[in-house]
């Protein structure tokens, strides 16, 4: 009865599941959860409004992808023609710091877009102002690394 191929397979099955199960557990670890993938995206967004923030121009660079494109109040620009428009920010001491809100993440594949409410407070020398903008953002995963590829922002203009 022993040597039944009944028997012997499932002898087998005791040996192969252990293997199996391992095996999976070590592949799955390697594998981003979705959770992880979205925190991913979301510090990609945050690094790259951190370098506007700081007129960090590398590290803006480093988050978008080559053929970045920004969509602004009828304008296209893209990574270059943006920091043209930072530096002369910089020069005249304005300053600009972010909040982000309702924030929702899709991911597929390799792509992720996502959608947002950005407000911004805009300090000079002269005083501060709130400016809000709607905004969607398109990311490309390369090398493992999530990149910005496309921004459109669109102004919330205050109703007088």
Same mark, same amino acid.
């Not at 095996?23 to 979205?38: D, H, M, S, Y």
């Not at 007129?55 to 009828?74: K, M, N």
């Given at each position: 009865?022993?040597?039944?191929?009944?028997?012997?397979?499932?002898?087998?099955?005791?040996?192969?599941?252990?293997?199996?199960?391992?095996?999976?557990?070590?592949?799955?670890?390697?594998?981003?959860?979705?959770?992880?993938?979205?925190?991913?995206?979301?510090?990609?967004?945050?690094?790259?409004?951190?370098?506007?923030?700081?007129?960090?121009?590398?590290?803006?660079?480093?988050?978008?992808?080559? /053929?970045?494109? =920004?969509?602004?109040?009828?304008?296209?620009?893209?990574?270059?023609? +943006?920091? !043209?428009?930072?530096?002369?920010? $910089?020069?005249?001491?304005?300053?600009?710091?972010?909040?982000?809100?309702?924030?929702?993440?899709?991911?597929?594949?390799?792509?992720?877009?996502?959608?947002?409410?950005?407000?911004?407070?805009?300090?000079?020398?002269?005083?501060?102002?709130?400016?809000?903008?709607? /905004?969607?953002? =398109?990311?490309?995963?390369?090398?493992?690394?999530?990149?910005?590829? +496309?921004? !459109?922002?669109?102004?919330?203009? $205050?109703?007088?």
């Amino acid at each position: 009865m022993v040597n039944s191929p009944i028997v012997r397979g499932a002898s087998l099955m005791k040996l192969g599941c252990p293997l199996i199960l391992g095996v999976l557990l070590v592949a799955c670890g390697q594998v981003r959860t979705p959770e992880k993938e979205t925190e991913a995206i979301k510090q990609t967004l945050f690094s790259f409004f951190d370098a506007i923030s700081n007129f960090d121009y590398a590290a803006l660079q480093s988050s978008c992808t080559s /053929e970045y494109v =920004l969509i602004e109040d009828g304008a296209t620009w893209n990574i270059d023609s +943006l920091i !043209h428009i930072m530096k002369g920010l $910089q020069e005249s001491k304005l300053r600009i710091t972010y909040s982000f809100h309702n924030i929702d993440v899709r991911i597929e594949g390799n792509i992720a877009w996502m959608t947002y409410e950005n407000v911004g407070i805009l300090s000079a020398e002269t005083g501060a102002d709130t400016l809000r903008w709607v /905004e969607s953002a =398109l990311f490309r995963k390369e090398q493992s690394t999530w990149r910005m590829a +496309l921004l !459109h922002s669109t102004r919330i203009r $205050q109703r007088r």
